[in-house]
């Protein structure tokens, strides 16, 4: 598939971005506004094993949840025309960047110290055992090349309300 493909079908939106960038919240004010539904992967993923992430991380491991979200994002990229939340790992699958191409992907970057205060420290995301301030700049050093590579448009979220970052995206998208 080459980058001058649009589907036809799909999601409005699809928001990449690390945990903590606010890709859920700000998926269902943009769906609010458009009138579509919001959907996120890594709850699909959740309802379709019958357990949470973390659950799922400790019991079978991360490469079966990796397994299980490429698999969950190739259905809703297939199906969903709302926008679509991908969770903050999705994007290391280079079969779900290449399933992206001709998508409207948004970026939703955040820096260290908002991340962090987002996520939490009493935090129960799997990739956060251990110091979690050093886990999350690892994540977000590693990643943010290839969120930047995936995305139609970037937006920035540090010190901003979930809600002006939706509004930034609804005025940069065409309705």
């Known amino acids: 598939m080459s980058s001058s493909v649009t589907p036809t079908t799909g999601p409005r939106a699809v928001l990449v971005g690390p945990m903590g960038a606010g890709k859920t919240t700000v998926a269902a004010l943009l769906a609010e506004a ?100 050093s886990r999350v700049k690892a994540l977000l050093d590693e990643r943010a090349p290839v969120y930047e590579s995936v995305a139609t448009l970037v937006v920035d979220t540090d010190g901003r309300t979930p809600q002006q970052v939706a509004d930034e995206i609804l005025e940069a998208l065409p309705r």
Request: aromatic share 4%; charged share 25%; net charge negative.
């Open 34 to 133: 458009w009138g579509v539904a919001a959907r996120d992967t890594d709850q699909d993923v959740e309802a379709a094993e019958g357990r949470s992430v973390s659950d799922i991380f400790v019991d079978s491991g991360e490469a079966h949840f990796r397994r299980l979200e490429a698999a969950a994002v190739a259905t809703a990229l297939a199906e969903h025309d709302g926008v679509l939340a991908l969770g903050g790992g999705a994007v290391l699958d280079p079969a779900t960047r290449e399933r992206l191409v001709g998508h409207t992907v948004v970026f939703l970057r955040v820096g260290l110290a908002d991340a962090v205060k987002r996520v939490g420290l009493g935090t129960s995301r799997p990739l956060l055992v251990g110091g979690v301030r």
